[in-house]
């Protein structure tokens, strides 16, 4: 008996025992059976009639077997016979409608040209391929993460039905093959960077700073993905006007506290950018295939916009494809990105893992060599300590945490860090504080109008009595400001005091200070309304 191993047929495999007959099936094998019995399994539930979706739909498994001569129910291929297992059918198919995606055009994106191998930049042994039209992506998963994620399955049903525009990944089915000795389980799920948009920077980001730094083997890459730390450096932060902003953020928050309730960790933010001042793409490189089918909430810009319209296909804008505008200093961005790796529980060995982190990373400092010795003296011993080391150590820096406080540290990441609200321009605000003042003033001339011609009749009127000698004695012409009367004191040294005060004080009268003696035949009602008008502190003065 031979075992096939996940190195020599690919990653995301499971050995199995098979005859020394039963060769190891290649990467294009896998490929072909995996389109094939997906075509298989779309075509086989056309039959089924439509119906609401019960709690039992979720925990089926449906299996058949492909011989490659073919039977009465299945195709003949020129693959070897592999068995098919699909997981929860009718609920997936439900996910699909919700999407606004046919049969038809699934069948066609998954099964009319071959499927497009993509690099994996992360520490998963996942393999990723990409649909022909740009639309999904395959990826293969381990059997616990195919577990957790039919388990999952009911909540996400919820989700989805409260809000169909979320950046969480979005499955359209999940299935399993196994061939030639070798099983592999794969997840369809929705593209987030589309391959006809030129992402000149890729990050993955999970708010964290052990370890989150791309290695000397991804920079080299043509395409590399950076992590948390790279991105600090490299940029200051992408800017976005307050209503995207908000949006985006609001979207973070509650996708996180979904997570957070399905004791969800160690998931990350895939962001690509693409620097629209640069060469501009050229139309050979895009695919046609995407004019003729869309799937609905499937672009960035979709996904946060809150206010949802009818559940109509949006068309994409041939120069964005979905991308949130945005700013990095002087350049203008799109912005592509959407939460994955969600299949990821805080059990107990992500707990022993998140132990054993915060004690070689962040715990050092508190422990002594003795202890770090007793540590070491044992496995068994290494692992009580480091799990016991959770309840004691509260550690924010590596990657593996408790659901709740990775959903803080992640939203506190993004909206601090990476995205950034932009303020409105200084010069418009002076401008808003300039005719909101020219407002004040033209309504303050309007009301002191009358007064400064009443003030020049009166002027006059005093002219009239200086030039008859009664200058103080006028009772007949009363004045605005109050007359003040000043009598000599016989003494010339304190009749010049007097009179270099008045002047001082002539433009304006302290109402602080009592009132100097006025002339008795000034009108108490005349200076009530000098008094009231003068006695506001907001006024400006206009002489």
């Known amino acids: 008996m031979s075992t096939a191993t996940a190195d020599s047929v690919g990653r995301g495999t499971k050995p199995s025992k098979a005859s020394k007959d039963h060769k190891k099936p290649t990467a294009a094998v896998l490929k072909g059976a995996i389109q094939l019995g997906i075509g298989y399994a779309v075509g086989n539930l056309s039959s089924k009639p439509d119906r609401d979706v019960l709690m039992q739909d979720f925990s089926v498994v449906e299996s058949v077997f492909l011989p490659s001569e073919g039977s009465n129910l299945t195709p003949a291929h020129h693959y070897p016979d592999f068995r098919l297992k ?15 995606i046919k049969p038809d055009d699934y069948l066609y994106s998954m099964c009319n040209e071959p499927l497009i191998e993509l690099s994996n930049p992360g520490a998963s042994s996942s393999w990723f391929y990409l649909t022909s039209d740009d639309e999904f992506i395959i990826k293969t998963v381990q059997h616990k993460e195919a577990e957790f994620l039919q388990k999952l399955l009911p909540g996400y049903y919820m989700n989805l ?33 589309p391959r006809a948009m030129k992402m000149h920077y890729m990050y993955d980001l999970k708010g964290s700073s052990y370890k989150r730094r791309a290695s000397r083997k991804e920079r080299v890459k043509s395409s590399p993905t950076f992590k948390d730390l790279d991105f600090q450096e490299m940029h200051e932060g992408l800017h976005f006007d307050p209503d995207t902003y908000s949006a985006l953020m ?3 928050q509650r ?17 690509g950018i693409h620097v629209s001042d640069r060469k501009p793409l050229s139309r ?63 059990r107990f060995i992500k707990k ?73 321009l200084r010069g418009a605000s002076s401008r808003r504080k300039k005719n909101s003042f020219y407002v004040v003033k033209s309504a303050s001339q309007e009301f002191l109008s009358p007064m400064k011609d009443e003030k020049k009749d009166e002027k006059k009127a005093q002219s009239l009595d200086n030039l008859d000698g009664n200058f103080y004695s006028s009772s007949k012409q009363p004045d605005v400001l109050p007359r003040v009367s000043f009598e000599s004191t016989g003494n010339d040294e304190e009749d ?15 109402l602080d200070d009592p009132l100097p003696s006025l002339s008795e035949s000034q009108p108490d009602s005349e200076l009530d309304v000098y008094l009231r008008h003068t006695d506001s502190p907001r006024e400006p003065s206009w002489s």
């Open 284 to 346: 050979e490189g895009r695919c046609d295939s995407r004019k003729g089918q869309k799937v609905l909430y499937s672009t960035a810009l979709e996904s946060i916009q809150g206010n949802a319209k009818a559940l109509e296909p949006v068309a994409d804008d041939d120069d964005t494809l979905g991308g949130i505008p945005a700013k990095h200093k002087d350049e203008n961005l799109l912005i592509f990105l959407g939460i994955i790796d969600i299949l990821q529980s805080y």
């Open 161 to 193: 039905n409260q809000n169909p525009r979320t950046l969480l990944p979005k499955f359209y089915g999940l299935y399993c093959i196994q061939c030639s000795g070798v099983t592999v389980r794969v997840v369809v799920m929705n593209n987030v960077l």
């Open 86 to 100: 699909t997981y929860a059918p009718l609920a997936f198919r439900y996910f699909r409608e919700l999407f606004g």
């Open 352 to 424: 022993v893992e998140h132990s054993w982190k915060a004690l070689v990373h962040d715990g050092v400092r508190n422990c002594t060599s003795s202890s770090l010795l007793c540590v070491f003296m044992s496995s068994a011993f290494m692992c009580v300590c480091v799990y016991l080391t959770a309840f004691f150590a509260s550690q924010d820096t590596v990657s593996v945490h408790r659901p709740g406080f990775y959903a803080d540290r992640f939203l506190n990441f993004m909206g601090t860090t990476v995205f950034k609200k932009t303020h409105p």
């Open 496 to 510: 010049i005091e007097n009179s270099e005060a008045r002047r001082a004080s002539s433009s304006t009268i302290a």
């Open 255 to 271: 996708d996180c506290r979904v997570l957070e309730s399905f004791k969800i960790m160690d998931y990350s933010l895939l962001l």
């Open 250 to 252: 609001k979207t973070l």
